[in-house]
């Protein structure tokens, strides 16, 4: 017997039939099919108990109510809140990406100090310990009015608390961002005395008469506002949108005016001159004037006649005679200030014109106008006790009136105009006009301490950082703001145990103070926050935990005297910084965040790429600007602030002559610890090309863009 | 022309007899041949189905062992334990703080797998990461409520008597899928005796064109 070829044939053969025939070929076949459906590299969610909480989105002054829909303990998707009095059901798309902040790679995940130009992470008790030596040293030296603090807004206990901090340890400097908010109370305080806000009654008006207001791109309380607009249709209620670009509200609107960069004030105050002349005004509402009512008719009259106007604003006289003629004799008409999200550079002069409009035609405390309310002041705190040092520090002027004049004045003297700085929910590196000198400022005082959540450009810049948990993690009192037509106070509640080692910053403000000791540790005997809160809401607390909000107030206010001193001194309008021929204004985009804060990845992923594409920033121009240059091709923009690299995007909804920049990129929250390649490295921040413009009388920054040219790159 | 025609005009008988004894040979080789196939048959049909299953499944202990049987007894039906929430859904297997509704911070009973309980999982607050015997892929939508409360089913048709039983067995895990082997079923040829034996696709589809008359739709579980 020989083995040869036929042997090894069967025996091939004999295996490949014995597998054939054994489950082998079947169960595998059946395996690598369920293995290649179920990656076992792609996470599959943990399955767990549905339930629902409810808290408000602190993410922008808007405080809508939300619904966060978790799996056992695990947040897993927020959606708006059915019958919240500010959005009822609706919510935006950064509220929806909202638990993307939470594991943020550019999170803070416990106390850091620097340590050259690196962060250490270090316990509480040390960085508690570190701010309170360092505070009490400047108290030793009897300068306590050289501490400052920078947040995003006056009202909710956690601003309170700061105040009280600042109050007591004997410093009047409390600074605020400048928002949509701050300037409603400077323009209320302007015309009609302190203590007031304005409001905006959108969702009843038949006539609004928007300056740039961008409502469906983030003014006001953004889900309010597109749901105002949505319901204009039904209503019959007409909007007319004055801007230099065709923005979506632009474009949404019953009619665009395209005007000149920078003179809304002119127009506003040409529309006053005409309802004016025409005697189409409300006899009964001019009564309230005060502050030289026929001073100011007479300058309008002699200075803002149409056909100047025309000139200066590039809208022809009669469409401005007739849109005065159709404001004037609407039933519900209504002026808005605040261009674009309403956080940007703005003057006294524009928004007290604008806010004159409504004054003249009688629509002030009227059902679809613009309501005088006083100040929310739901928060009792208990009377402040001061020794003779925080009397001394607390009676001095401060520093500076708003805070670009802090950092003014910081830059300008050589011994520490502020010898510690508190910087909470607010990003002034990043948000400020020219913020390579606001980053000058910051270098210049001796101890920064940030309370962000995030790594941002501020935080980079602070000595100590004390991380605050995020919206969804902690407790806070949100009052709503941001023009709404109603006063609600919502609760946000935390939803998630911290995810790290963070606090609420409203009990680091406390902490801070019990290790200052004497006197300044008395104003705060509360054991933590929660109980701060519940002792200072008293009158609301049970309806406020219990149902998650409280209406403070709903409707029009009482009739109110109105001052109009500023506007009949006929201030001068603001001019762009620069001599170069074309105007570089930002623009607001609703997926993007100007604040101090970034947008989510989530939102920045539905940026369109006439905005950004790749990680280069998209201008727009119109094509008769161009001058040679072609669409999609990069370019040199400079301004007397610098240069930089953009993409062209020719657009004819941009006028002639104006260059527009998207606001919210160019964030840089990459050090050597982390990074956040989601949002940052993507693009420019405008702000860094824009100079601050500083409007006299009122102090406020008024450049509402600067002048530019471009180039070849 | 070919050798064998060249041979018969030469008339040889030598050449015949070679043939011959040539295809004695050849009978001889496929002989052998036979044998060889029958042998790798043989050998690798037995390694498909007694081997293979051990190469293919990894076996793994349970944290510790759990007396189904006693907890039965003690607390009532599979329903104390294993629940539909308010909303329908299916609690699976119980959580800790389930546990801890009968179970105290000190042991009950003095075996070594209460110890391990408590020690490891209720003083240290973890939650116990049982092995899961009847754990479906992801993409499978599946409703106990359906079948439990709207349509009376038993729990054993599906998941058969772990409830009488006293001890876990081993869990046996897919080394290809991650998925337990009582998903495809003990017997590797896929046959089965009784309801429970497999818990596959073409199971639910059976259940369903004898109940319901329709096997049913894709999307009515992968949705």
Same mark, same amino acid.
């Not at chain 2, 009784?194 to 096997?215: I, V």
């Given at each position: 017997?020989?083995?040869?070829?036929?042997?090894?044939?069967?025996?091939?053969?004999?295996?490949?039939?014995?597998?054939?025939?054994?489950?082998?070929?079947?169960?595998?076949?059946?395996?690598?099919?369920?293995?290649?459906?179920?990656?076992?590299?792609?996470?599959?969610?943990?399955?767990?108990?549905?339930?629902?909480?409810?808290?408000?989105?602190?993410?922008?002054?808007?405080?809508?109510?939300?619904?966060?829909?978790?799996?056992?303990?695990?947040?897993?998707?927020?959606?708006?809140?059915?019958?919240?009095?500010?959005?009822?059901?609706?919510?935006?798309?950064?509220?929806?990406?909202?638990?993307?902040?939470?594991?943020?790679?550019?999170?803070?995940?416990?106390?850091?100090?620097?340590?050259?130009?690196?962060?250490?992470?270090?316990?509480?008790?040390?960085?508690?310990?570190?701010?309170?030596?360092?505070?009490?040293?400047?108290?030793?030296?009897?300068?306590?009015?050289?501490?400052?603090?920078?947040?995003?807004?006056?009202?909710?206990?956690?601003?309170?608390?700061?105040?009280?901090?600042?109050?007591?340890?004997?410093?009047?400097?409390?600074?605020?961002?400048?928002?949509?908010?701050?300037?409603?109370?400077?323009?209320?305080?302007?015309?009609?005395?302190?203590?007031?806000?304005?409001?905006?009654?959108?969702?009843?008006?038949?006539?609004?008469?928007?300056?740039?207001?961008?409502?469906?791109?983030?003014?006001?309380?953004?889900?309010?506002?597109?749901?105002?607009?949505?319901?204009?249709?039904?209503?019959?209620?007409?909007?007319?949108?004055?801007?230099?670009?065709?923005?979506?509200?632009?474009?949404?609107?019953?009619?665009?005016?395209?005007?000149?960069?920078?003179?809304?004030?002119?127009?506003?105050?040409?529309?006053?001159?005409?309802?004016?002349?025409?005697?189409?005004?409300?006899?009964?509402?001019?009564?309230?004037?005060?502050?030289?009512?026929?001073?100011?008719?007479?300058?309008?009259?002699?200075?803002?006649?149409?056909?100047?106007?025309?000139?200066?604003?590039?809208?022809?006289?009669?469409?401005?005679?007739?849109?005065?003629?159709?404001?004037?004799?609407?039933?519900?008409?209504?002026?808005?200030?605040?261009?674009?999200?309403?956080?940007?550079?703005?003057?006294?002069?524009?928004?007290?014109?604008?806010?004159?409009?409504?004054?003249?035609?009688?629509?002030?405390?009227?059902?679809?106008?613009?309501?005088?309310?006083?100040?929310?002041?739901?928060?009792?705190?208990?009377?402040?006790?001061?020794?003779?040092?925080?009397?001394?520090?607390?009676?001095?002027?401060?520093?500076?009136?708003?805070?670009?004049?802090?950092?003014?004045?910081?830059?300008?003297?050589?011994?520490?105009?502020?010898?510690?700085?508190?910087?909470?929910?607010?990003?002034?590196?990043?948000?400020?006009?020219?913020?390579?000198?606001?980053?000058?400022?910051?270098?210049?005082?001796?101890?920064?301490?940030?309370?962000?959540?995030?790594?941002?450009?501020?935080?980079?810049?602070?000595?100590?950082?004390?991380?605050?948990?995020?919206?969804?993690?902690?407790?806070?009192?949100?009052?709503?703001?941001?023009?709404?037509?109603?006063?609600?106070?919502?609760?946000?509640?935390?939803?998630?145990?911290?995810?790290?080692?963070?606090?609420?910053?409203?009990?680091?403000?406390?902490?801070?103070?019990?290790?200052?000791?004497?006197?300044?540790?008395?104003?705060?005997?509360?054991?933590?926050?929660?109980?701060?809160?519940?002792?200072?809401?008293?009158?609301?607390?049970?309806?406020?935990?219990?149902?998650?909000?409280?209406?403070?107030?709903?409707?029009?206010?009482?009739?109110?005297?109105?001052?109009?001193?500023?506007?009949?001194?006929?201030?001068?309008?603001?001019?762009?910084?620069?001599?170069?021929?074309?105007?570089?204004?930002?623009?607001?985009?609703?997926?993007?965040?100007?604040?101090?804060?970034?947008?989510?990845?989530?939102?920045?992923?539905?940026?369109?790429?006439?905005?950004?594409?790749?990680?280069?920033?998209?201008?727009?121009?119109?094509?008769?600007?161009?001058?040679?240059?072609?669409?999609?091709?990069?370019?040199?923009?400079?301004?007397?602030?610098?240069?930089?690299?953009?993409?062209?995007?020719?657009?004819?909804?941009?006028?002639?002559?104006?260059?527009?920049?998207?606001?919210?990129?160019?964030?840089?929250?990459?050090?050597?610890?982390?990074?956040?390649?989601?949002?940052?490295?993507?693009?420019?921040?405008?702000?860094?090309?824009?100079?601050?413009?500083?409007?006299?009388?009122?102090?406020?920054?008024?450049?509402?863009?600067?002048?530019?040219?471009?180039?070849?790159? | 022309?070919?050798?064998?025609?060249?041979?018969?005009?030469?008339?040889?008988?030598?050449?015949?007899?070679?043939?011959?004894?040539?295809?004695?040979?050849?009978?001889?080789?496929?002989?052998?041949?036979?044998?060889?196939?029958?042998?790798?048959?043989?050998?690798?049909?037995?390694?498909?189905?007694?081997?293979?299953?051990?190469?293919?499944?990894?076996?793994?202990?349970?944290? !510790?062992?759990?007396?189904? &049987?006693?907890?039965?007894?003690?607390?009532? %039906? $599979?329903?104390? /334990? @294993?629940?539909?929430?308010?909303?329908?859904?299916?609690?699976?297997?119980?959580?800790?703080?389930?546990?801890?509704?009968?179970?105290?911070?000190?042991?009950?009973?003095?075996?070594?797998?209460?110890?391990?309980?408590?020690?490891?999982?209720?003083?240290?607050?973890?939650?116990?990461?049982?092995?899961?015997?009847?754990?479906?892929?992801?993409?499978? !939508?599946?409703?106990?409520? &359906?079948?439990?409360?709207?349509?009376?089913? %038993? $729990?054993?048709? /599906? @998941?058969?008597?772990?409830?009488?039983?006293?001890?876990?067995?081993?869990?046996?895990?897919?080394?290809?899928?991650?998925?337990?082997?009582?998903?495809?079923?003990?017997?590797?040829?896929?046959?089965?005796?009784?309801?429970?034996?497999?818990?596959?696709?073409?199971?639910?589809?059976?259940?369903?064109?004898?109940?319901?008359?329709?096997?049913?739709?894709?999307?009515?579980?992968?949705?």
């Amino acid at each position: 017997m020989k083995v040869d070829r036929r042997s090894f044939l069967g025996l091939g053969l004999g295996a490949v039939a014995g597998i054939a025939v054994s489950p082998v070929g079947l169960k595998l076949t059946d395996d690598s099919s369920i293995w290649t459906q179920n990656w076992p590299w792609t996470p599959v969610p943990v399955d767990g108990e549905v339930t629902y909480e409810s808290s408000v989105c602190s993410l922008c002054p808007g405080s809508c109510g939300i619904s966060v829909r978790k799996i056992d303990e695990r947040p897993v998707k927020i959606e708006g809140l059915a019958d919240y009095p500010v959005n009822d059901g609706g919510v935006c798309l950064h509220g929806i990406a909202g638990l993307q902040y939470l594991y943020d790679p550019a999170r803070i995940k416990s106390p850091l100090k620097k340590n050259g130009d690196r962060f250490e992470e270090i316990s509480w008790d040390d960085a508690i310990a570190i701010v309170a030596d360092k505070l009490a040293d400047i108290r030793k030296k009897g300068l306590p009015e050289k501490l400052a603090c920078i947040t995003d807004k006056e009202q909710g206990s956690v601003s309170e608390l700061f105040k009280r901090l600042l109050k007591t340890f004997g410093s009047p400097n409390f600074y605020t961002m400048p928002s949509l908010e701050s300037y409603l109370d400077v323009t209320a305080a302007a015309m009609h005395g302190e203590g007031k806000t304005i409001a905006f009654d959108l969702e009843n008006s038949d006539f609004i008469l928007s300056f740039g207001a961008g409502i469906i791109e983030g003014w006001g309380s953004p889900v309010s506002c597109f749901k105002a607009n949505a319901s204009r249709k039904e209503r019959h209620a007409k909007l007319y949108q004055i801007e230099s670009r065709l923005s979506n509200t632009a474009a949404n609107a019953d009619k665009w005016i395209p005007i000149k960069p920078g003179t809304q004030a002119d127009l506003a105050l040409g529309l006053c001159a005409v309802i004016l002349k025409n005697n189409l005004f409300d006899s009964n509402a001019t009564v309230n004037f005060k502050g030289g009512f026929n001073k100011l008719a007479a300058t309008l009259q002699k200075e803002y006649a149409p056909s100047k106007i025309a000139d200066i604003t590039g809208i022809k006289a009669s469409d401005i005679e007739k849109m005065a003629v159709l404001f004037a004799k609407a039933k519900m008409p209504l002026a808005v200030f605040g261009q674009g999200r309403g956080d940007g550079a703005q003057s006294l002069k524009e928004l007290a014109a604008v806010h004159t409009l409504n004054c003249l035609v009688g629509n002030i405390n009227k059902k679809g106008g613009a309501f005088v309310l006083p100040k929310n002041d739901y928060l009792k705190f208990p009377d402040e006790s001061m020794d003779g040092i925080s009397k001394t520090g607390f009676a001095k002027a401060k520093t500076g009136r708003y805070v670009n004049q802090l950092i003014e004045k910081v830059n300008a003297s050589s011994q520490p105009a502020v010898e510690a700085l508190f910087v909470y929910n607010a990003n002034p590196c990043y948000s400020l006009h020219d913020s390579k000198s606001v980053k000058q400022a910051f270098g210049k005082i001796p101890f920064v301490v940030s309370f962000s959540s995030f790594l941002d450009e501020t935080a980079k810049e602070a000595d100590i950082i004390l991380p605050s948990h995020t919206f969804l993690e902690r407790l806070e009192d949100v009052p709503s703001g941001s023009g709404l037509a109603k006063s609600v106070v919502g609760l946000t509640k935390p939803v998630i145990e911290p995810v790290f080692n963070t606090k609420n910053p409203g009990d680091a403000v406390i902490l801070i103070a019990k290790a200052l000791e004497g006197s300044i540790a008395q104003n705060f005997e509360w054991e933590t926050y929660e109980d701060c809160l519940e002792n200072i809401t008293s009158g609301i607390w049970d309806s406020l935990s219990e149902d998650g909000h409280v209406v403070i107030s709903e409707g029009p206010g009482e009739s109110t005297a109105v001052n109009v001193s500023f506007l009949s001194k006929n201030p001068a309008s603001i001019q762009a910084q620069g001599d170069y021929e074309l105007t570089l204004i930002p623009i607001d985009n609703m997926r993007l965040i100007n604040a101090g804060m970034a947008a989510s990845p989530f939102a920045i992923k539905t940026v369109s790429d006439t905005v950004l594409t790749g990680s280069d920033i998209v201008i727009e121009m119109n094509p008769l600007t161009a001058k040679g240059l072609k669409d999609k091709e990069f370019a040199t923009l400079t301004t007397p602030m610098g240069k930089t690299r953009v993409m062209i995007n020719l657009n004819e909804g941009m006028m002639p002559g104006v260059i527009g920049m998207v606001e919210g990129l160019g964030h840089t929250f990459n050090t050597k610890n982390m990074s956040n390649k989601y949002v940052s490295g993507k693009g420019v921040n405008v702000n860094d090309l824009i100079g601050p413009v500083i409007e006299s009388g009122s102090g406020l920054d008024a450049a509402f863009g600067i002048k530019a040219k471009i180039s070849k790159a | 022309m070919s050798e064998t025609e060249n041979k018969t005009e030469n008339g040889s008988m030598e050449s015949a007899g070679e043939c011959t004894a040539g295809d004695t040979k050849d009978d001889k080789g496929l002989g052998l041949g036979v044998i060889f196939f029958i042998v790798a048959f043989v050998v690798c049909f037995l390694s498909g189905t007694l081997l293979f299953p051990k190469l293919l499944y990894s076996k793994k202990k349970q944290p !510790f062992n759990f007396d189904h &049987a006693l907890h039965v007894s003690e607390a009532g %039906d $599979c329903e104390s /334990c @294993h629940s539909l929430r308010e909303d329908g859904s299916f609690s699976g297997i119980p959580k800790l703080a389930t546990c801890l509704d009968c179970h105290a911070e000190d042991p009950m009973g003095e075996t070594e797998d209460e110890a391990i309980f408590v020690e490891e999982y209720v003083s240290k607050e973890k939650e116990i990461p049982w092995y899961v015997y009847s754990r479906q892929p992801d993409c499978v !939508f599946f409703s106990h409520a &359906a079948h439990t409360e709207a349509n009376g089913m %038993d $729990c054993v048709t /599906c @998941h058969g008597h772990i409830g009488e039983s006293t001890s876990l067995k081993p869990y046996e895990e897919n080394r290809i899928t991650g998925y337990s082997r009582d998903i495809w079923g003990k017997n590797i040829f896929g046959i089965k005796k009784h309801s429970w034996d497999r818990m596959k696709m073409d199971d639910c589809a059976a259940c369903h064109k004898k109940e319901t008359g329709h096997q049913g739709y894709c999307f009515q579980c992968h949705k």
